[in-house]
């Protein structure tokens, strides 16, 4: 893997606004977006190949053992994958290429040594995450709550140590999105 370019993890629980950050740093002509592959149901406006590469269950597995995928994990009992090959094609290239993940991948991607910036995006609580899934929409009420357990454990494991060392280099508290933005914009870009 060649380190001409830089990856950037961008990691967060469900409604912390990760997705909102990397639509903004989309717009930069520099970045290249990972579309991880997953086993979940297609939301209404998702693309196929755009947002996600949907796969049927047995897909996923089957390029999980022909060793397709960088980092994977399973989240609300569904199974989402980073594809390998993509990231070593833009990062030879100099590109600065983003992976929006979950904590577990994140940790898999730190215990291979993968060099990046690990950022993690914080909720100001647990109440306003619960809050904003419920404006978001995308999710029923039952998920919500699911989404909000998974979040609490998260924010947990987020602040484990991997060999005595942080899974993240700096956590951003997101209680206002532009300024969010702009410090994610400054770690990357300093
Ligand atoms: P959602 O269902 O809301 O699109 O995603 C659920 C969670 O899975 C989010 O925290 C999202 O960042 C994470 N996720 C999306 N793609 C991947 C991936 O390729 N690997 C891992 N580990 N997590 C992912």
Not at 93 to 110: A, D, P, Y
């Amino acid at each position: 893997m060649s380190d001409a370019g830089k990856l950037v993890v961008i990691s967060g629980p469900s409604g912390a606004g990760k997705t909102s950050v990397c639509r903004a740093l989309k717009q930069h002509p520099d970045v290249e977006f990972s579309v991880s592959a997953t086993t979940r149901v297609r939301r209404d406006g998702e693309r196929d190949g755009i947002d996600y590469h949907f796969l049927s269950r047995d897909d996923f597995q089957k390029r999980l053992s022909e060793n397709q995928f960088l980092e994977w994990a399973s989240y609300n009992g569904n199974l989402y994958g980073t594809p390998r090959w993509p990231m070593d094609a833009a990062l030879a290239r100099g590109r600065t290429f983003l992976v929006e993940i979950e904590v577990k991948g994140t940790r898999q991607l730190r215990e291979r040594g993968i060099p990046g910036l690990y950022l993690f995006i914080e909720p100001p609580s647990i109440e306003e995450l619960r809050a904003r899934l419920q404006r978001r929409g995308t999710n029923g009420a039952e998920e919500i709550e699911q989404r909000v357990r998974i979040a609490a454990d998260e924010m947990a494991a987020s602040r484990e140590l991997l060999d005595g060392a942080a899974l993240y280099d700096h956590t951003i508290l997101n209680d206002d999105l532009d300024a969010t933005i702009r410090r994610v914009e400054q770690l990357i870009w300093p």
